[in-house]
């Protein structure tokens, strides 16, 4: 408080002689002519040669236990080159959780919450390119 | 569900105009108009939000109609005309609405831009002159998480006056 009454103290300053080029004046986004264009280019927009799409199958499930993983239907589905799950990407490094020294999908997949036992869910898990088309059962 | 390898992939041959230019293609019959205008025709001005006709990101005129185009099959567009963000601008000039968008800071992220600058347009070609209601109206089917629509409004409601100047002007 003591300081900002300081702050206020005294006159006030004289009107500056000359005209600012930036500072009170309006200024237009610079990427707005490409956005109202729709010509800027998000991460969706852009195809790179040999590019693979993944699609994230999460467990439908709360608080459910993953307890055995089969990838076997998925991976024979056309078009599918690889499922990645805990079984197949021990050792493999994300940049966000390098500095850790932890690894991608070290431990359980998701949902695992060790204390709760009500739910001892065996998930079959199929992922197709494209529509993504999944089977689980339980 | 069906097995994965009897999911025939059916393919039809479509002609449809995209922007003024006819289109012929054979297409995958479930892909969506949004799908085909993305990857097909590379016009990814068109952008998907939320692929289930909630967000408007993808909205395109089809027909003289506003529609979600990731909920409208490709096939379902074929004898049709469709009208993208991509064809807007007139021999190198920008649409009088995507130079009020930039002047009245219509966007941030830009992302719902596209689907916004469609449904305004699409309002002021049927209503040259609309109350502030009407542009709310139109723009309720478009979302935009950046929460630009008071500039969005005010930009439309600029480029009505200059389009009713220019129309009186000539």
Same mark, same amino acid.
């Given at each position: 408080m003591e300081e900002s009454r300081l702050l206020v103290k005294g006159s006030t300053p004289p009107p500056l002689?000359?005209?600012?080029?930036v500072i009170g004046k309006p200024i237009n986004r610079r990427d707005a002519v490409d956005k109202v264009k729709g010509k800027a280019k998000y991460a969706g927009d852009i195809k790179l040669p040999g590019m693979l799409y993944g699609k994230t199958l999460h467990c439908p499930y709360p608080r459910a236990r993953i307890t055995k993983l089969d990838t076997s239907r998925a991976e024979k589905l056309p078009g599918?080159?690889?499922v990645l799950s805990k079984e197949n990407t021990q050792g493999w490094r994300t940049s966000c959780r390098e500095g850790e020294g932890k690894y991608a999908l070290e431990g359980d997949i998701c949902y695992d919450l060790n204390d709760v036992k009500d739910f001892d869910n065996t998930w079959k898990v199929g992922i197709s390119t494209g529509t993504g088309a999944m089977a689980y059962s339980y | 569900m069906a097995d /994965? !390898?009897?999911?025939a992939l059916s393919k039809k041959y479509i002609v449809l105009t995209v922007n003024g230019k006819q289109i012929e293609a054979e297409v995958d019959c479930r892909i969506t108009l949004a799908e085909f205008l993305r990857n097909e025709l590379e016009l990814? /001005?068109?952008k998907v939000g939320c692929n289930r006709g909630e967000c408007g990101s993808c909205t395109v005129v089809l027909n003289g109609k506003l529609i979600y185009s990731c909920v409208q099959l490709a096939v379902e567009a074929s004898g049709r005309d469709v009208q993208t963000i991509e064809g807007l601008e007139t !021999? /190198?000039?920008?649409?009088?609405l995507q130079e009020s968008f930039i002047e009245y800071d219509g966007l941030q992220c830009g992302y719902c831009t596209p689907g916004m600058i469609m449904a305004t347009k699409h309002l002021l070609d049927t209503n040259p002159e609309p109350k502030e209601g009407d542009i709310r109206k139109v723009i309720e089917g478009n979302l935009c998480r950046c929460g630009a629509y008071q500039n969005i409004i005010e930009a439309t409601m600029d480029a009505s006056r200059k389009m009713v100047q220019e129309e009186g002007a000539t």
């Amino acid at each position: 408080m003591e300081e900002s009454r300081l702050l206020v103290k005294g006159s006030t300053p004289p009107p500056l002689d000359r005209e600012f080029t930036v500072i009170g004046k309006p200024i237009n986004r610079r990427d707005a002519v490409d956005k109202v264009k729709g010509k800027a280019k998000y991460a969706g927009d852009i195809k790179l040669p040999g590019m693979l799409y993944g699609k994230t199958l999460h467990c439908p499930y709360p608080r459910a236990r993953i307890t055995k993983l089969d990838t076997s239907r998925a991976e024979k589905l056309p078009g599918v080159k690889a499922v990645l799950s805990k079984e197949n990407t021990q050792g493999w490094r994300t940049s966000c959780r390098e500095g850790e020294g932890k690894y991608a999908l070290e431990g359980d997949i998701c949902y695992d919450l060790n204390d709760v036992k009500d739910f001892d869910n065996t998930w079959k898990v199929g992922i197709s390119t494209g529509t993504g088309a999944m089977a689980y059962s339980y | 569900m069906a097995d /994965g !390898n009897s999911q025939a992939l059916s393919k039809k041959y479509i002609v449809l105009t995209v922007n003024g230019k006819q289109i012929e293609a054979e297409v995958d019959c479930r892909i969506t108009l949004a799908e085909f205008l993305r990857n097909e025709l590379e016009l990814t /001005g068109t952008k998907v939000g939320c692929n289930r006709g909630e967000c408007g990101s993808c909205t395109v005129v089809l027909n003289g109609k506003l529609i979600y185009s990731c909920v409208q099959l490709a096939v379902e567009a074929s004898g049709r005309d469709v009208q993208t963000i991509e064809g807007l601008e007139t !021999n /190198g000039r920008l649409h009088p609405l995507q130079e009020s968008f930039i002047e009245y800071d219509g966007l941030q992220c830009g992302y719902c831009t596209p689907g916004m600058i469609m449904a305004t347009k699409h309002l002021l070609d049927t209503n040259p002159e609309p109350k502030e209601g009407d542009i709310r109206k139109v723009i309720e089917g478009n979302l935009c998480r950046c929460g630009a629509y008071q500039n969005i409004i005010e930009a439309t409601m600029d480029a009505s006056r200059k389009m009713v100047q220019e129309e009186g002007a000539t």
